[in-house]
């Protein structure tokens, strides 16, 4: 049989035209998914705003080197379980500060309507009223506080954080490191600090940061009470765990009984003003009490500062240290035996012509 070949040519193309279609379906099909864009950060939303529960932790390393070149390095850790509330003040709270040492130096445990808080050696139970999240490290307490501004952000890439889609930015602004000195302290001149911060893609929460900055000029007092200026190399590391998941914070059972130490004095409401912690022997009514404390008596002192500035007391010049509010002024005097525990008397009287 003879196929003219202009009819064998109408034949194919017509088979052709009909597998077009089909192939360009099957080409769009096989094209990758258009990838999401990158979300526009104007702000970093806040950790507390954005989870339920999570477990941070921050390790805080200073290396100094002294004109003599010698060098020491301390590390900090921080460590907090915390998680939302329906009751009392929203949520609870478990924080810990460790500096080398076995068991904490500081533990701070907000549970419900109660608190425990340990210093060192010495612990107290009170109410949670009488703890305030102003007086804990920000990175207890806020840790947003210690993150840099959105603004200030240089975004490198998309990445994954533990299973979890995040996007890396990097920054270098030297004034992140302030947030991590007081106000008061000699903070030497900062030369360069550079940091990264991973954000949650959804949500836009922190997961990670770090940064290291170099520091010179820093201020030092010797043991021979001269000031020396030295380098410093300050690297911090935080990360956020557990994010979202279930875990008990709980009171530690050990303190399940005990009880605050409050001390009755004129011009202070029931239950506002703390023994120490530690402190036993507690006598006296009226406008004069008593106690015993193991801690020294700069430690006492610095412990009044802290608690009367809080209730509103201001103090004045003047030996014994002393505080006043409206026509009240308190004195503590403070007696450190060779042997055994610091004696400490606050005593109350009435001003006869009280500052204005």
């Known amino acids: 049989m003879h196929i003219h070949p202009f009819a064998l040519f109408r034949f194919i193309s017509r088979r052709l035209w009909l597998l077009v279609p089909m192939w360009l379906l099957l080409g769009a099909c096989s094209q990758p998914p258009t990838p999401a864009p990158i979300p526009h950060l104007t702000a970093l939303t806040p950790i507390e705003q954005a989870l339920q529960s999570y477990r941070s932790r921050g390790e805080l390393r200073i290396t100094t080197t002294l004109p003599d070149n010698t060098t020491t390095a301390e590390t900090i850790v921080y460590e907090t379980d915390w998680k939302r509330t329906t009751a009392g003040e929203g949520f609870d709270l478990a924080a810990r500060m460790l500096t080398g040492r076995t068991t904490p130096e500081i533990e701070v445990v907000m549970v419900g309507e109660e608190a425990y808080m340990r210093f060192r050696d010495q612990d107290l139970r009170l109410p949670r009223q009488q703890l305030a999240l102003s007086d804990l490290p920000a990175v207890f ?44 302290e000699a903070k030497g001149v900062t030369q360069v600090l550079t940091g ?71 011009g202070f409401e029931p239950g506002t003003l703390l023994a120490p912690p530690g402190s036993t022997d507690i006598r006296g009514s009226g406008p004069l009490v008593t106690f015993l404390t193991p801690l ?57 012509n009280p500052t204005p």
């Open 141 to 184: 307490a806020n840790p947003d506080e210690l993150l840099p501004a959105a603004g200030d952000l240089q975004f490198v890439a998309e990445t994954t954080l533990a299973g979890r889609p995040a996007l890396h930015y990097t920054f270098t602004r030297l004034d992140v490191l302030d947030r991590f000195l007081s106000a008061d």
């Open 196 to 266: 990264d911060i991973w954000v949650a893609r959804d949500g836009l929460f922190p997961l990670q940061l770090r940064f290291t900055a170099q520091v010179t000029d820093k201020p030092l007092a010797t043991t021979g009470g001269e000031t020396v200026l030295a380098r410093q190399e300050i690297a911090w590391s935080f990360v956020l765990s557990d994010l979202n998941a279930e875990f008990a914070i709980t009171l530690p059972e050990a303190q399940a009984n005990a009880e605050a130490l409050f001390l009755r004095l004129p």
């Open 296 to 352: 020294s008596a700069e430690e006492v002192i610095a412990y009044f500062e802290t608690q009367l500035g809080r209730l509103g007391w201001t103090r004045q010049e003047g030996h014994p240290p002393n505080w006043t509010l409206t026509d009240l002024r308190v004195s503590l005097v403070i007696n450190t035996p060779r042997n055994g525990p610091t004696r400490v008397m606050l005593s109350v009287e009435q001003l006869t």
